[in-house]
């Protein structure tokens, strides 16, 4: 089993900046994705930013430039630097990570947080 916490969420004003971490744990062979979804009210759950085991980043097309995605392989580890937040931003985070299980290295599994919620405010 594999326990994933998001963290670091919270209110800001437009045009302020937070950063959200998020831990996996458990049985880990290997990570081999890590990244965040968020989730608006009245909005499908959307793809904000992705990082690979090779380096490969992939970033919404709203969010480039303002987010930065990074990872700490060592500590299963993902974080996302939010800069010149607006009010589109506002909605629950999720993070996710691909991962292969020590009782299971033949196929990866999903794991998702509980998400934390990021409010900008105008």
């Known amino acids: 089993q594999v326990h994933v916490v998001e963290s670091g969420g919270g209110l800001v004003q437009a045009g302020g900046s937070l950063e959200l971490s998020c831990e996996a744990s458990g049985s880990i062979f290997r990570i081999n994705a890590m990244g965040w979804y968020r989730h608006a009210p009245g909005k499908q759950r959307e793809l904000v930013a992705v990082?690979?085991?090779?380096?490969?980043?992939n970033y919404a097309d709203s969010v480039k430039g303002r987010f930065t995605i990074s990872r700490d392989n060592a500590e299963n580890t993902v974080y996302l630097r939010m800069n010149s937040l607006k009010p589109d931003d506002t909605g629950v985070y999720y993070c996710?990570?691909?991962?292969?299980?020590?009782?299971?290295?033949?196929?990866?599994?999903?794991?998702w947080g509980s998400g934390t919620q990021v409010t900008v405010s105008s």
């Open positions: 990082q690979t085991n090779d380096g490969t980043i």
């Open positions: 996710t990570s691909v991962v292969t299980e020590t009782n299971d290295v033949s196929r990866e599994v999903v794991y």
